[in-house]
């Protein structure tokens, strides 16, 4: 399921408009995508959660050339499902 039909669903499930539903939506992510560059946790219960980890640089190897290359800390979004989805993903 992409963005476009997760639209058509709630239009479709709550009775709204096209518009309203892709404002709905795009309110969701953004405030998701908000809290996670605050650096807070996403929780929807029995889904899932959205929470960002750090990663401290090291010392990497570029694998065309083999010379060592220092690779800078970073932060990466991470998704972990919730038991709920998991049991029903697996049924």
């Not at 408009?17 to 795009?26: D, R, T």
């Not at 990497?60 to 991470?78: A, H, M, Q, W």
């Amino acid at each position: 399921m992409n963005k476009l039909e997760l639209i058509s669903a709630l239009k479709t499930e709550a009775e709204i408009s096209k518009a309203e539903a892709a404002k709905v939506i795009q309110l969701f992510f953004d405030s998701m995508a908000d809290a996670m560059v605050k650096g807070e946790r996403v929780e929807i219960r029995g889904l899932c959660s959205f929470y960002v980890k750090n990663y401290q640089s090291y010392m990497g190897r570029n694998p065309k050339t083999g010379d060592k290359v220092t690779i800078k800390e970073k932060k990466l979004p991470f998704f972990k499902a919730g038991k709920e989805l998991k049991e029903r993903v697996d049924y």
